[in-house]
């Protein structure tokens, strides 16, 4: 639920890349957009309900970091996903959603375990490190995203799978659970399905940069 929160600037995104950086989104971008922000509106609503939360399962997260890891690279095998910059993209969601799901658990970790100093106590945490190598491995693969797709499409992309991985890490490593309330759970796992649907359209999208260098509009012209 943390992470969605921290989404919330998707949609200020889109409107800067279309009034700033003059980009366009075709139709089924604009619904693949839409979804995103619909998404974390339902997630938005069903937040008062709250959650059941377990202990941390570190083995679980451990095999759930190798398959999500193995899962974002597999589109850069994928010679349109590679060249349009989208494959760039989901890997970067998928390493700040791991880097949220790392931050969670060195935090419980952390509070936890409130014995010895505390330089110590965060050197000797393993998650401290993972959230520092995903976070970046999510920056640079974001930049590079942005080299060869248009911010319109790179960043909800990227943003959709970062909201994606700590929902379902939450609940499978984290024990988190849905909301007793029928009309919350349901809005939660209808916001699931259509991040992921979203994901499929902005992915799919076989629009690049152009060639030359994108030229930010001036705010006043001549």
């Known amino acids: ?29 604009w619904i693949g957009i839409g979804a995103i922000v619909f ?35 597999a589109p850069m095998n994928v010679e349109r996903l590679k060249d349009s910059g989208a494959a760039a993209a989901i890997f970067s969601g998928v390493a700040f959603g791991l880097g949220g799901l790392f931050t ?61 991985v700590p929902i379902a890490g939450g609940m499978l490593a984290f024990g988190e659970s849905l909301p007793a309330d029928g009309a919350a759970a349901a809005m939660r796992v209808g916001a699931f399905g259509l991040t992921i649907a979203a994901g499929v359209l902005l992915a799919g999208s076989r629009e690049q940069l152009p060639a030359e260098p994108v030229v930010i509009r001036a705010a006043v012209e001549n």
């Open 1 to 29: 639920m943390v992470a969605v929160m921290m989404q919330g600037g998707i949609a200020l995104f889109v409107v800067g890349s279309v009034l700033i950086l003059g980009e366009r989104a075709r139709l089924r971008e």
């Open 39 to 73: 998404g974390m509106v339902m997630l938005t609503l069903s937040l008062p309900s709250g959650h059941a939360e377990g202990a941390l399962q570190p083995n679980t997260l451990l095999v759930l970091t190798a398959v999500l890891l193995l899962a974002g690279l």
């Open 104 to 164: 969670k658990a060195m935090t419980d970790t952390f509070l936890g375990d409130d014995a010895g100093p505390v330089a110590l106590r965060i050197a000797t945490n393993p998650y401290v490190y993972g959230v520092i190598v995903t976070n970046i491995a999510g920056i640079v693969m974001l930049q590079n995203s942005f080299h060869s797709a248009r911010g319109i499409i790179a960043m909800p992309l990227s943003s959709a799978l970062s909201n994606l």
